[in-house]
């Protein structure tokens, strides 16, 4: 069964330039969470989606939003990048948002804002 | 406020000995607990979790404890393979319907042949 497939993997912009990242759960996963990965902060959660509906956000300003879509993919959209916005931003797929269960990521897509 | 805490940064360890591999949590609201090991550039793996309701869980080489009343978790690896070597991370999830992950700051895994 394909897993958690994130593109694209790597992606260079300028600042003030704006990104999407694309993201396609495990077949039959419905829930699908956004983490940022930085050197400094580690990895903190952005957003998490089910049923094409936000269910939680995390603590990173209005320039970062997501979608989900019907068919379970999922979108970030980050504007207005700036240097700090360089970062791994990985991909999380789960069955459904419940307590005793595991996510599995994507691979990631590596941004750097020059 | 960092709610998940993983102390030390780095471990080395000898092949075919022990890695223990701590972790210590602040909320008492966090009802599951996850390992992820990651390798640079990509995304994490999966290891094992254990529910709050129980102390211990064993997967093979990997098994996970918990001290709920410590807020404490450890990852034992026996025997340690060079192809452990990686970043290991904690993770914690409130109870509830949300698959948020809180997650610790990592562990570099370092397994000497």
């Known amino acids: 069964k394909a897993g958690v497939t994130q593109t694209p993997r790597y992606l260079i912009k300028t600042r003030g330039q704006q990104v999407t990242l694309s993201c396609s759960p495990i077949s039959g996963h419905r829930s699908v969470s956004w983490y940022q990965q930085t050197p400094g902060q580690g990895l903190q959660f952005l957003f998490e989606y089910f049923s094409e509906t936000q269910r939680n956000k995390g603590n990173f300003p209005g320039r970062f939003s997501g979608r989900q879509f019907s068919n379970s993919r999922s979108e970030m959209n980050v504007s207005t990048l700036e240097l700090g916005d360089s970062a791994l931003y990985l991909c999380?797929?789960?069955?459904?948002?419940?307590?005793?269960?595991?996510?599995?990521f994507g691979q990631g897509t590596r941004l750097t804002v020059v | 406020d960092q709610q998940v805490k993983q102390n030390s940064p780095s471990l080395s360890v000898q092949e075919g000995r022990i890695s223990i591999l701590n972790c210590d949590y602040t909320n008492s609201m966090f009802d599951y607990f996850l390992w992820y090991k990651k390798y640079p550039a990509e995304g994490p793996t999966f290891l094992i979790s254990?529910?709050?309701?129980?102390d211990k869980n064993e997967d093979g080489r990997f098994t996970v404890f918990l001290n709920k009343s410590a807020k404490h978790l450890s990852l034992h690896i026996v025997p340690s393979q060079p192809g452990d070597s990686a970043v290991y991370f904690c993770?914690?999830?409130?109870?509830?319907?949300?698959?948020?992950?809180?997650f610790g700051t990592g562990t570099l895994l370092a397994v000497q042949p």
């Open positions: 993770a914690a999830k409130e109870g509830g319907a949300t698959n948020k992950l809180i």
């Open positions: 254990i529910s709050s309701i129980k």
């Open positions: 999380a797929s789960s069955f459904r948002p419940q307590l005793n269960t595991e996510a599995f």
